[in-house]
């Protein structure tokens, strides 16, 4: 079933090949997955911002302003949704979480997880070493432009190297914890470690 619908929908370039986790197939579209609906915004400097709290020497706020002026980088990463389609060469560009932690008080030492909290309600946990790789980035631009409503905009996780579900969209907040707690889709039954090369789908 799968790889004769892989057959006809494959798009993966001569050579990728070995780009592709197994039972993925390549698209050239940008599917658009999420529960709920898309946030819209009036006034982003009064009725948005981003937080952070939990196992930090203190906590911060970043309003639209502030947060868009922090330093910026700019990645291209392939991505790899669940329900099987992947993505290559996505270029991505917003603050490098490495970076963001550099503006928000010193982490404790028992900091090793972390929850992504959106817009109502959704969240998505990480473990604080995957964010720590120099892809893991809060982004806010896709192929250089502002991200669309639907793809997350005015904010968004992306999470390098897991099944695209991590990658939360509408963030408002970070949450640092001690333990793991498992987010929306992680308490639906999808496989929380959630690495595509290990075919991590869902847990059993
Ligand atoms: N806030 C929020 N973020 C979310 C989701 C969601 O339901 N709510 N779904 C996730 C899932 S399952 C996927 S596959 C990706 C899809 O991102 P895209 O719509 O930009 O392709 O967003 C992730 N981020
Ligand atoms: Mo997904």
């Given at each position: 079933m799968f790889n004769a619908f892989k057959k006809k929908?494959?798009?993966?370039?001569p050579g990728a090949?070995?780009?592709?986790?197994?039972?993925?197939?390549?698209?050239?579209?940008?599917?658009?997955?999420?529960?709920g609906s898309v946030p819209?915004?009036?006034d982003l400097?009064?009725?948005?911002?981003?937080?952070?709290?939990?196992?930090?020497?203190?906590?911060?706020r970043f309003s639209f302003a502030e947060f868009r002026a922090l330093?910026?980088?700019?990645?291209?990463?392939?991505i790899h949704c669940v329900t099987r389609w992947s993505k290559l060469d996505t270029t991505w560009e917003g603050v490098q979480f490495k970076e963001f932690l550099k503006h928000v008080p010193p982490l404790k030492p028992t900091a090793k997880f972390v929850v992504a909290h959106c817009e109502q309600g959704f969240t998505a946990n990480v473990p604080l070493e995957i964010l720590l790789d120099d892809e893991a980035m809060l982004a806010y631009k896709y192929e250089g432009e502002e991200l669309t409503p639907?793809?997350?905009?005015p904010l968004r996780l992306l999470v390098p190297k897991k099944y695209f579900w991590?990658?939360?969209?509408?963030?408002?907040?970070?949450?640092?914890?001690?333990?793991?707690?498992?987010?929306f889709w992680e308490r639906y039954g999808y496989n929380n470690n959630a690495?595509?090369?290990?075919?991590e789908r869902y847990s059993d």
């Open positions: 929908h494959d798009r993966t370039p090949e070995e780009r592709v986790p197994p039972g993925q197939y390549v698209t050239e579209k940008f599917p658009v997955l999420h529960y819209s915004y009036t400097e009064s009725t948005w911002d981003v937080r952070v709290w939990g196992e930090l020497e203190g906590e911060a330093p910026t980088i700019k990645v291209t990463m392939d639907e793809h997350g905009f991590k990658s939360a969209k509408w963030l408002r907040g970070l949450e640092f914890l001690a333990h793991d707690k498992l987010g690495d595509p090369w290990r075919e």
